[in-house]
């Protein structure tokens, strides 16, 4: 079984509807990440979690919001979603003493018409 | 405030040649570097990483990066080349072990 799982694996949705993307881990990691891939942009951060009551903004947090339910699980929502949030997300897992090497889901793939 | 530059966006070489892929940094701190690798429709893969040990850091299916601080360079080399090769490879660069910055990519494509 894959330690990083992401669901779902692709999702098409239209503009305006509430979008929930979840990450599971089962490495036992404090730390866990989303980001958002786009063609020759390479991976921009939205949020990150140091631990569950530990939530900070990354690069790109505008229109997404995330929960931490658990140390295993990560959530992220896109409260309305418009089409430039189509792209694909990847969520990342990481220990808090590895000097941030970080362990990577298969992503999410979402398009939003 | 950190940043990565990977000098090109495309890199075709034939199969059985020498791989460059090229990256420069900058950071306010010591930095972590790493080389990630992202076939087709799947997700990243760690390279191989720098974290202030042995500067010539070698990973996975015959890579190596050599960090070399006065040059703020970090690339990445492979002695001959594999089909199997055939990816995206990012550079990524930690400063201050809280976040990570990603390069734009590298497209290889290896040639028969």
């Known amino acids: 079984d894959a330690d990083v799982t992401q669901t779902p694996r692709n999702r098409i949705t239209k503009t305006g509807k509430r979008i929930m993307l979840e990450c599971s881990q089962t490495k036992g990691h404090d730390r866990m990440y989303w980001y958002r891939q786009d063609p020759g942009l390479g991976l921009r951060l939205i949020y990150y979690?140091?631990?569950?009551?530990?939530?900070n903004k990354g690069e790109i947090s505008d229109g997404y919001s995330v929960s931490r339910q658990a140390q295993a699980k990560f959530s992220l929502s896109l409260e309305s979603a418009i089409p430039n949030q189509t792209a694909l997300y990847f969520c990342?897992?990481?220990?808090?003493?590895?000097?941030?090497?970080?362990?990577f889901g298969p992503g999410t793939r979402l398009t939003v018409l | 405030a950190q940043s990565v530059t990977q000098l090109d966006s495309h890199v075709s070489v034939s199969e059985g040649t020498p791989v460059l892929l090229r990256c420069n940094y900058s950071s306010s701190y010591s930095p972590s570097l790493f080389w990630y690798v992202q076939h087709p429709n799947k997700g990243l893969q760690l390279l191989l990483k720098y974290t202030s040990a042995a500067t010539l850091v070698k990973g996975i299916n015959g890579f190596e990066a050599e960090f070399k601080k006065s040059e703020t360079s970090f690339h990445l080399t492979k002695p001959s080349a594999h089909m199997s090769d055939a990816a995206e490879y990012f550079c990524?660069?930690?400063?201050?072990?809280?976040?990570?910055?990603f390069g734009s990519g590298t497209q290889l494509t290896v040639l028969p």
């Open positions: 990342a897992t990481s220990y808090r003493d590895s000097r941030n090497e970080q362990f």
């Open positions: 979690s140091f631990d569950v009551k530990d939530i």
């Open positions: 990524v660069v930690s400063g201050n072990a809280r976040q990570l910055t």
